[in-house]
């Protein structure tokens, strides 16, 4: 009966008024309540029936809506309005018991517990799989081609639910216990797509308010399946109607068409044709088997049934009196020798998604933050009757997809054997093929909308082949991680209150031929030895050109191939880890090149890029910009900066390029590109993006620290999120780099003229949380390397170097050097070579190493130096106008009332006898003097410190006179004691004496 049967007079006279009309609706929809309640059918159990039930429940306020609102008119008027026509009256052929289509029969067995994996998704799953036969989707009686109930919220777990499936009941057969233990249902305006599979617990679910929590992204156990619903349409793809289309070939013949679907790879649930399905006299079993030569099912009690090719493309088909157990298909091929070989493999078709309701609403949402946990390949294993099943899961996210198929090694890449099935709305295809195993190779090959096929790698791969090849390569991570004690002081840490001093490295051309295990015994002890806090690594995602130093990424989720596996990379991270390193990666969010096999068009549409070019496209590079507006692509990114941070503990996401990001006219010229809703050039959701992501990586990863590459003055890049901030932890000051750098490249008797670019960085070096970088962008494309950007011969040049790097350390900010520059390299820095670490042998280049190392072990011991980076509080000028002297002077404050003095020279000649302001009085150490001759200088100082007196200079009320070197920085740190506050106080005195920073011999 449909809404139109019951506003339309049945034969046995028209209703009376309104109020018999509503009699009537309640007389029907308790009628289909009953037909669901009492199916017949001698297998069916009650709970077969239960969805049946809610959904006739659940249509029931419509009907009465319907039926209400024809029979609004005023008493004495007809139901139908004057520009209606009336709705003709449809004739039953059958009793509404007769029309029974709710769910296919079933043998007893309890439906309602949903099959749970008890393992990490990355790990092989173990679990006791229960068999079931998925009800048919629920159309309403009497009208197939009314739409389908709205899609349910995802269920809450119970906490009393077991966390394990449950064994078969005694007697029940494998793949025949059972429904669904998810209802069939479809989104409104989807007719055809189906989102079926048990729930599965996932990840926190990120909101704008903050995130609930959810259990452990673990998906649910895949699960013999005896049917599932076929030939569905894609959402919003414009194909037409299912209506009057079964979607499920229980308890029919299969079509022609159907079979050609599968074959082709265009079917949407090749699963709901291939598999068990009961017939009118009996069961059946189809596989698809290309170029076998015979296919015979064996049952679980050792039955064995021969199978008859009933379509030329390898579909088998064969038929059992009973319903199939826990079966396996043997296939028999021929050989080149003109005999055969027989395999026996376990059958694709017959499992549940592996993606439960819970993940698929929450891919839907854009808000599975774990989305590497359910997305790509995944190693998982299943106890079954017939034994324990190890295979891979494969799911990829293609929602404008007309098919999907996977091939690889396992099919010698024919790609005719495995078509995926679509999980509805979500846009994900999954299929589990047992016996695929670690290492083996794979992609996908994706129908589009323009009805062409492309080939995809993976773009949730987590491994793949070394460039130039691009296949993705199924991985399962056995590293047992050892660096339990960095990762509780990280969580306990702030980096803004601590020393950070960071070795930014190519890792391919540090020392070329390394591998990550290499570099794990090699890269690590140098740049402890140095006395650097972090490595920070230029992209390690892969990428196919080196030529981009990974900026071009392909696949965010896998480490580049080119040194080794992800387990290796794991190893290096541990071993820095253990050694007192933090590692932090560069990051690409921004934009992705146009490799026709990588994430561009990646479903026939502008799927992760933005569709109109003028947003979608980065004309400076030639790549792809992500589509921030859209929330599976935001998904994507934000769940990818919480994976290198989980699964490979990583501290610290150096986000690349964020003004590009940040501005729709960036690079663009006038009328190539498009204002945002209010009129601006401020890319709107990019902002969006950097916000979640700050926010959920600060809130799962206690201890992470982000860092912006930030080129424009963007306010707030450091604030928080909730005070309308980007949520950046940290942001490159490129202001402080160019301007430093522009003075240092003048001769030394033209700095004079230009003292105000090295003054300018303290009028907003606070106004953010700033890092100081000397990063790879400044050694490259012909600027030369840090050392050749310094004026005069070679000498002066070491000795400019070193004075700068003095004066950096001291300046407010963390710090980052490029490689090579510790040691002064003279040639600009190539991907393509190794650094000139014959450098080393030159004791005036190894004196520079030796200064950067003597840097870092003073800073960290110096809390002046870095706890109070940020804070205005932690600076002050002694004097900032010498500009005739070359010379600037300030203050470092620590928040433990230390104070550390800087006097960097950059003039020609030294200065005697030159007089500082100090605020205390007393002795002041010589920490650090970059003319030392073990650092290759001159040799000139002051012989271990100077004394204060009681005389004002510059504002302070202490002043002390010293010898400034030529072209070199100097650092005191106050001893004591003050004389003033000995003579008051000789005991505390003596403490403050005794409580100094330890010096380094410096003359």
């Not at 009118?280 to 064996?298: E, F, K, Y």
Request: charged letters at 20%; a negative charge; glycine letters at 10%.
């Amino acid at each position: 009966m449909t809404i139109d049967d019951a506003s339309t007079p049945a034969p046995g006279g028209e209703p009376a008024d309104k109020a018999e009309l509503m009699r009537r609706v309640e007389e029907i929809t308790e009628s289909v309540r009953s037909d669901a309640a009492t199916a017949d059918e001698p297998t069916a159990p009650q709970a077969a029936a239960a969805p049946a039930r809610e959904t006739a429940a659940k249509r029931a306020p419509a009907v009465r809506k319907a039926a209400a609102k024809k029979a609004s008119p005023a008493a004495g008027e007809d139901a139908v309005g004057e520009d209606q026509a009336p709705a003709p009256a449809k004739k039953a052929t059958k009793p509404a018991a007769a029309k029974k289509t709710a769910a296919a029969p079933v043998p007893d067995g309890d439906a309602s517990a949903p099959a749970k994996a008890t393992k990490r998704a990355r790990a092989t799953k173990k679990v006791t799989a229960t068999p079931v036969v998925a009800p048919a989707p629920i159309a309403e009686p009497g009208n197939p081609s009314a739409p389908s109930a709205p899609q349910p919220e995802p269920p809450s777990r119970d906490p009393a639910e077991p966390s394990t499936p449950q064994a078969p009941a005694d007697g029940q057969q494998a793949g025949t216990g059972g429904s669904s233990p998810a209802e069939t249902a479809s989104e409104p305006g989807d007719p055809g797509r189906t989102d079926t599979g048990p729930e599965s617990a996932s990840g926190a679910v990120t909101t704008p308010g903050g995130s609930a929590p959810t259990p452990a992204a673990t998906p649910a156990a895949a699960v013999p399946a005896g049917a599932e619903p076929a030939l569905a349409e894609p959402a919003g793809s414009g194909a037409p109607s299912a209506a009057g289309v079964p979607t499920t070939t229980q308890g029919r013949e299969v079509s022609e068409e159907e079979l050609r679907a599968v074959v082709e790879g265009r079917s949407y649930n090749p699963h709901g044709v291939l598999g068990t399905h009961q017939l009118p006299s009996g069961w059946a079993v189809r596989t698809l088997r290309p170029d076998a030569a015979a296919v015979t099912i064996v049952d679980q009690d050792g039955s064995r049934y021969d199978a008859t090719q009933v379509h030329d493309g390898g579909v088998f088909e064969a038929r059992l009196r009973g319903q199939p157990g826990d079966y396996r298909v043997e296939v028999t091929y021929p050989d080149a020798e003109g005999g055969t070989n027989t395999h026996v493999v376990d059958d694709p078709y017959r499992w549940l998604p592996t993606l439960g309701q819970l993940d698929q609403h929450l891919i839907r949402e854009g808000r599975h933050e774990q989305l590497w946990t359910v997305l790509g390949a995944h190693v998982r294993g299943f106890d079954t009757p017939g034994g324990h099943v190890e295979g891979v899961s494969f799911a990829v996210w293609a929602p404008n997809a007309r098919g999907v198929k996977v091939t690889g090694d396992f099919d010698y890449w024919e790609a005719r054997a495995y078509p995926l099935r679509s999980l509805g709305s979500s846009g994900v295809w999954e299929v589990f093929i047992p016996g695929v195993q670690v290492g083996t190779r794979y992609r996908f090959h994706v129908l589009g909308t323009d009805g062409q096929w492309v080939v995809k790698s993976d773009p949730m791969a987590f491994a793949t082949e070394v460039p130039p090849s691009n296949a993705s390569v199924v991985t399962e991570s056995a590293h047992v991680w050892g660096d339990d004690e960095w990762m509780t002081q990280r969580a306990e840490g702030n980096w803004h209150q601590r020393p950070m001093s960071v070795y930014e490295v190519h890792a391919g051309s540090w020392r070329q031929g390394l591998s990550y295990r290499d570099m794990a015994d090699e890269l690590v002890a140098y740049a402890t030895d140095a006395g650097f806090t972090h490595l920070e690594f230029m992209p390690l995602a892969e990428h196919p050109f080196g030529g981009s130093w990974g900026y071009q990424v392909t696949s965010y989720y896998a480490p580049t191939s080119r040194f080794g596996s992800p387990d290796d990379l794991r190893y290096l991270i541990d071993r820095a880890h253990q050694a007192g390193l933090g590692i932090i990666v560069d990051w690409v969010p921004g934009h992705f090149p146009k490799d026709e096999w990588a994430l561009g068009r990646f479903d026939g549409t502008a799927l992760y890029e933005h569709g109109d070019p003028r947003r979608g496209e980065q004309p400076d590079w030639g790549t792809y910009v992500f589509d921030f507006g859209r929330s599976e692509v935001r998904n994507f990114l934000v769940a990818n900066a919480l994976f290198w941070c989980k699964e490979f503990h990583v501290d610290g996401i150096r986000v690349d390029a964020v003004a590009s990001m940040l501005y729709l006219d960036y690079s663009r010229n006038d009328g190539e590109w498009t204002p945002n809703v209010y009129g601006g050039r401020e890319n709107l959701e990019a902002v969006a993006f950097l916000q979640e992501m700050n926010a959920t990586l600060y809130r799962e990863i206690p201890g992470v620290v982000t860092i912006a590459e930030e080129s424009t003055s963007w306010p707030g890049v450091t604030r928080a999120t909730h005070l309308g901030g980007l949520g950046f932890g940290f942001k490159w000051n490129m202001g402080w780099m160019h301007d430093s750098l522009a003075y240092m490249s003048k001769q030394p008797v033209h700095r004079s003229f230009h003292h105000n670019q090295l003054t300018f960085s303290l009028v907003y070096a606070f106004s953010e949380n700033y890092v100081l970088p000397i990063s790879h962008d400044e050694v490259v494309y012909g600027k030369g390397s840090l050392l050749r950007k310094m004026p005069g011969d070679h000498w002066q040049q070491l000795a400019n170097l070193r004075a700068f790097l003095g004066y950096m350390w001291a300046h407010p900010g963390k710090q980052l050097l490029f490689m090579g520059s510790e040691f002064g390299q003279l040639s600009e820095w190539a991907e393509s070579r190794s650094l000139d670490w014959w450098h080393l042998d030159d004791p005036a280049h190894s004196g520079v190493l030796r200064l950067v190392r003597d840097l870092n072990t003073v800073y960290k011991d110096t809390e002046a130096l870095y706890s109070q980076d940020s804070d205005p509080a932690g600076f002050q000028w002694i004097d900032a106008n010498d500009a005739g002297g070359n010379t600037l002077s300030f203050l470092r404050y620590g928040a433990d009332g230390q104070v550390l003095a800087c006097v960097a020279n950059f003039a020609g000649n030294p200065h005697q006898e030159y007089r500082i302001g100090l605020p205390r009085g007393g002795r002041w150490r010589e920490l650090i003097n970059t003319d030392f001759d073990g650092y290759g200088g001159s040799g000139v100082g002051n012989y271990g410190g100077v004394d204060a007196v009681a005389e004002s200079w510059h504002g302070q009320p202490y002043s002390a006179t010293l010898t400034a070197p030529p072209l070199a920085t100097v650092w005191l740190v106050h001893e004591g004691p003050d004389p003033d506050e000995a003579a008051a106080d000789p005991e505390q005195a003596a403490g403050e004496a005794s409580g100094g920073v330890e010096g380094l011999d410096i003359p």
